[in-house]
C-alpha cells in the first residue's frame, strides 16, 4: 500500500505535546512527574529513559491514558508498530474520547499495513472531532492508496474546508481530481494551492504534468521554469524541462537541461536516456551508446534502457541516421 507521506497526521514528531490534550485533573504528583520527564526525554530522543520513566508512571496509576499515548508514540518513533499499536489500543480503551490516540493509532496501522484497520480508526476520531482536517488528510490518503479516488476526493476537499489554508490538502485534491479525468477543477485547485505556498514547487510540477498530458506545452514550460527558479537544484525539474524541449525538437534548451538533470543527479536513469534520445536525434550516436550504456550499469533490468540500446546500435550500423527528426544546430 502506497500512502503519501506528506502529512503525518498523529505522527510521533507533532503530537509530542499531545499529554496537554488528557485530562490531568486526577493525575496524582508522582505519576505527574514521570509522565511529564517522559515527555521531554520522548523530544530529546531519549527514548529509553522514556520508557523506564512511562513504566514508573503506570506502576503507580496503570489506567493512565496518557502514559500509554506517550508510550505508543515512542514505539512509532523506533518504527516498532505492534508495540505502538498495542499502547495506542490501551491508550483508546482507558479514555476513548482522546482524539489524538486515535489519529496517531490510524497512522500506525497505515504502517502496519492495514489500512482498513486505520479508516475504523479514522473513524472514531472524527466521530469525536468532525472538524479535524488532519484527520480527513489521512483518511483521504488512504482511500487513495486503496483506488477509492471519489472517497479520498471528499476526504481532501473536507480537509481543506476545515483547514482553508491548507496548500497541502488542495494538492491532493488537485491530484486526485486529475485522476479522475476531472482535469479543469484540478487545475482550478492546484493554482489555488500555488497562491497559499508560491514557494513550494509541487504544486507547479503536479500543474505541469497536467499542461504536458493537454499539448499546452508553452503552459508546462512556464511552471517548471517557475519551479526551476524556486529550486535550481532539483535535478527532477530540469528533467522535466529538459523532456518537454526533447519532444519540441528543441535541442539546445534540451541539451542545457538535461546536461544539468544528470549532473544533478548522475544515477537519473530517465534523465540519461532522455540525454541519450536527443543525441540519437542529433545522430551523435556514439555518445547515445555510451549513455545507454551507463543507464544499464545503473539499472541493467530497465526495459526502456534495453530498447534504446538495440536503436542506437541500429543506427550506428546505418552510419549514424537514427531518426528522422527536426534539425538544428547541434549543440555541445
Request: glycine share 6%; hydrophobic share 40%; aromatic share 4%.
Amino acid at each position: 500500500m502506497n500512502v503519501e507521506r506528506e502529512a503525518k497526521p498523529g505522527t510521533p514528531s507533532t503530537q509530542a505535546a499531545g499529554l496537554l490534550s488528557f485530562d490531568l485533573s486526577d493525575i496524582g504528583p508522582e505519576g505527574w512527574g514521570h509522565l511529564l520527564l517522559a515527555g521531554q526525554l520522548l523530544l530529546r530522543g531519549e527514548y529509553q529513559r522514556a520508557l523506564s520513566e512511562i513504566e514508573a508512571a503506570t506502576a503507580v496509576q496503570p489506567d493512565l491514558a496518557a502514559a500509554h499515548f506517550l508510550r505508543g508514540l515512542i514505539y512509532g518513533r523506533t518504527a516498532e508498530w505492534d508495540k505502538a499499536r498495542e499502547s495506542l489500543q490501551t491508550a483508546t480503551v482507558h479514555d476513548p474520547h482522546h482524539v489524538n490516540s486515535w489519529c496517531v493509532l490510524a497512522y500506525v496501522e497505515v504502517e502496519r499495513g492495514c489500512p482498513h484497520e486505520a479508516l475504523k480508526a479514522l473513524d472514531e476520531a472524527l466521530r469525536l472531532e468532525p472538524a479535524n482536517a488532519n484527520a480527513h488528510l489521512l483518511r483521504g490518503d488512504i482511500l487513495r492508496s486503496l483506488d477509492r479516488f471519489d472517497e479520498a476526493a471528499n476526504a481532501y476537499r473536507s480537509s481543506a474546508g476545515h483547514n482553508p489554508q491548507s496548500h497541502v490538502a488542495k494538492l491532493k485534491l488537485a491530484r486526485v481530481l486529475e485522476q479522475l479525468g476531472r482535469t479543469e477543477e484540478a487545475i482550478e485547485m492546484m493554482i489555488s494551492a500555488q497562491r497559499l505556498n508560491p514557494l513550494d514547487i509541487q504544486s507547479r510540477l503536479a500543474l505541469g504534468n497536467i499542461l504536458v498530458a493537454r499539448g499546452a506545452f508553452d503552459e508546462a514550460i512556464r511552471e517548471f521554469k517557475s519551479a526551476a527558479d524556486l529550486e535550481p537544484g532539483n535535478a527532477d525539474v530540469q528533467g522535466r524541462l529538459g523532456r518537454i524541449y526533447l519532444q519540441q525538437g528543441r535541442h539546445t534548451e534540451a541539451m542545457i537541461s538535461l546536461k544539468l538533470a544528470t549532473t544533478l543527479n548522475p544515477r537519473d536513469v530517465e534523465g540519461i536516456l532522455n540525454l541519450a534520445r536527443l543525441y540519437l536525434q542529433l545522430n551523435r550516436v556514439p555518445e547515445a551508446v555510451d549513455l545507454v550504456n551507463t543507464a544499464l550499469e545503473i539499472d541493467p533490468q530497465y526495459p526502456p534502457a534495453r530498447e534504446l540500446l538495440e536503436t542506437a546500435r541500429a543506427a550506428d550500423e546505418r552510419g549514424g541516421e537514427a531518426l528522422d527528426e527536426p534539425g538544428t544546430d547541434a549543440p555541445s
